[in-house]
């Protein structure tokens, strides 16, 4: 479904229109909840209800408060990929199920394993912080995380958290929003094994196996898989004589852990972990290594002591990410010609949740090392031999927290309130804190406001990489204030956000020179009606440079496109499914000042209850056969795959 910029636009006035009608409907219309009484009689997995891929429209969420609470009760906005919703992304990454969520856009420099980035309300994945189970994740020397290399398979489920509130809780790094990573296992219901196998478009496979058991103190999840593809040509203008046309292969071999045992009826332990090691078959600028390849290590592991009392719970944890990576030249002699990068990030925390009627307060203290080990780091100059050493000095620092907050979820009414200090070894102390309300005028309608400060504290590439550095930069800071009106009953949820934020001193050409206006409008509609499931989402963006005597004053950010939207049709039965969505991007400018057109993808998904034990999966993507880019750099457009698909069959023994 290839659209004119005319038609794409129609399209997105339309889902405008379509979602607006749906808020003005609803004291007009009376739709029947889902049921599947009959179908819950039969414990099966063919039957039961939590094997369909329902919208689930009131789910319990801990990313937004550090507490569980109902979404309903969640002033920010929030979204929840659940583990129903990731069985449509067997083979696939954590970047391909969030290119798939309303509001989050990104960028690729080719197909799976290959460099990502992603953008959330104007901010990018160094201003979006990611935890995997409570743990920080990603590299300290970019600052982004590698979710282009985990797989989805050793997911539970996925916590989207949008808007900088999660400052005040989580601290740095959280200007944009908090993507927060279960590991599977994490809710085990029933003892059970479970084995799945795939294949799809340029010979991608994958085979895993997940073993899972509980009695009436424990359960023990263990889950392990491979994924391997052949991978496609990563350069549009491959006819350049400065590239290597050939396909970029990606393999992984993933793991997963979660042991969770109840001590005594107050004391409990766990521990999780979720690890990968891959290789991405990667090409360079110039043709300088044509056959190089990365191999990456990434990662996090978390243990914790939790106690409870009638009026407290107190959590006590401790966690390392890891995220590694080493550039290979196979042509060299000695097959070390290039970077290396080892980032570990080490946290402990303990908090208390205390009821303290009415509300909740939430206290507690946090300890964050970031270490860096770099060598044969190669510049901007060129690719020296031998490599040069970066000076990452100092290539460690620490960061010492306390945070206090309240929460309050009445029948009319919910507040939260969080403030937070951070002490960090190279900037000494940032404060950050939030403020958010919302009431209940009618049945079924909340409206609420929130306003929250944030901040960004430098990379150590932005500090240390030669030539585009400066080890004087102040941290980035950011003002937001959102505001909202929603709308849920038993068969859906709507909400319309609008925000503000005012950036300052954010790092620009190695300098802090630079300040940004942004807002936006994020419109959703999620329904459940019997056996359908439908919904959309539409965000307007507006993320202009206020860079003063800039000659980029005023224009749109790289990569943040002024409109986009998705909506989404699915028909359920106790023996299949089916899901049917489509999500188009406006036009976006790059860093180089180049014009990416916009574009619309279609995909589809089912699945088939062969036997009760015996599932069947499929997913199509770009059905229309597309034409798009999603990166360009370095005067290159990074290439995008046409329609693909994935097939899996997964057994389960009960």
Do not use: C
Not at 418 to 433: A, I, K, L
Request: net charge negative.
């Amino acid at each position: 479904m290839s659209l004119s910029r005319s038609s794409s636009r129609t399209y997105l006035r339309l889902s405008i229109l379509s979602a607006l009608g749906l808020f003005t409907m609803q004291a007009a219309t009376a739709a029947t909840p889902a049921s599947h009484d009959s179908a819950a009689v039969n414990t099966s997995p063919a039957t039961d209800d939590h094997t369909l891929p329902q919208v689930e429209l009131d789910k319990i969420v801990v990313t937004a408060t550090r507490t569980p609470t109902k979404t309903s009760n969640v002033i920010a906005q929030t979204r929840v990929i659940d583990s129903e919703a990731l069985q449509r992304y067997q083979g696939q990454t954590v970047v391909d199920v969030l290119k798939n969520q309303p509001g989050i856009n990104i960028t690729q420099s080719g197909g799976m394993g290959t460099a990502s980035n992603f953008y959330m309300r104007g901010f990018d994945s160094k201003q979006v912080l990611v935890i995997i189970d409570g743990i920080r994740y990603g590299s300290i020397s970019l600052g982004s995380p590698s979710l282009n290399l985990l797989a989805a398979d050793q997911i539970d489920r996925i916590e989207v958290l949008y808007g900088a509130s999660g400052s005040s809780i989580y601290g740095s790094d959280a200007m944009g929003g908090v993507i927060q990573i279960f590991t599977k296992g994490n809710n085990v219901e029933q003892s059970n094994v479970s084995t799945t196998v795939g294949y799809g478009s340029n010979n991608h496979y994958q085979v895993g196996i997940t073993g899972q058991l509980k009695n009436d103190t424990s359960s023990l999840s263990l889950g392990v898989s491979r994924n391997e593809t052949d991978g496609f040509n990563a350069i549009a203008n491959s006819s350049s004589a400065d590239y290597n046309a050939d396909d970029d292969g990606f393999k992984s071999t993933n793991a997963s852990l979660a042991l969770q045992h109840k001590l005594s009826d107050s004391l409990s332990t766990g521990l999780s972990a979720l690890y990968s090691d891959s290789t991405t078959d990667i090409d360079s600028a110039g043709n300088a290594f044509p056959n190089a390849y990365s191999d990456q290590k990434n990662g996090s592991a978390n243990a914790y002591l939790q106690y409870k009392t009638p009026l407290t719970v107190s959590k006590l944890s401790y966690g390392q990410s890891i995220d590694k990576s080493t550039t290979h030249d196979a042509n060299s002699i000695d097959y070390q010609k290039g970077s290396q990068y080892d980032t570990t990030q080490e946290q402990a925390r303990l908090e208390t949740s205390i009821n303290a009627q009415p509300g909740t307060v939430i206290v507690g203290a946090e300890w964050l090392s970031q270490k860096l080990d770099a060598s044969d780091v190669l510049d901007f100059s060129g690719y020296p031999d031998p490599a040069v050493q970066t000076p990452y000095n100092p290539d460690d620092r620490t960061v010492k927290s306390a945070f206090v907050g309240y929460q309050l979820a009445d029948t009319y009414y919910d507040v939260q309130a969080n403030y937070r200090v951070d002490d960090n070894s190279q900037y000494g102390h940032e404060s950050t804190y939030n403020l958010g309300a919302a009431i209940r005028p009618l049945a079924g309608m909340r409206i609420g406001a929130n306003y929250a400060t944030g901040f960004r504290a430098p990379t150590f590439n932005d500090l240390y990489w030669p030539g585009f550095s400066n080890p004087n930069l102040k941290p980035e800071r950011t003002k937001n204030t959102e505001v909202f009106v929603e709308y849920v009953n038993d068969a859906q949820t709507s909400r319309l956000t609008g925000y503000y934020t005012d950036a300052e001193d954010l790092i620009s050409s190695a300098a802090n020179i630079s300040e940004a206006k942004i807002k936006g409008l994020s419109l959703t509609s999620d329904w459940n009606m019997n056996d359908f499931i439908f919904g959309l989402g539409y965000d307007y963006l507006d993320a202009k440079d206020k860079t003063a005597n800039s000659a980029s004053y005023n224009q749109q950010l790289a990569y943040r496109p002024k409109n986009s939207g998705m909506v989404y049709v699915g028909y359920q039965q106790p023996m299949f499914d089916v899901r049917l969505e489509a999500k188009h991007t406006d036009d976006r400018v790059t860093a180089e000042s180049n014009k990416l057109d916009s574009y619309t993808l279609l995909n589809l998904s089912g699945a088939v209850y062969i036997t009760p034990n015996l599932r069947a999966n499929l997913r199509v993507d770009n059905i229309t056969d597309e034409d798009y880019t999603l990166a360009s750099q370095f005067g290159n457009e990074y290439a995008t795959e046409g329609t693909s698909y994935f097939g899996s069959l997964t057994y389960d023994w009960y």
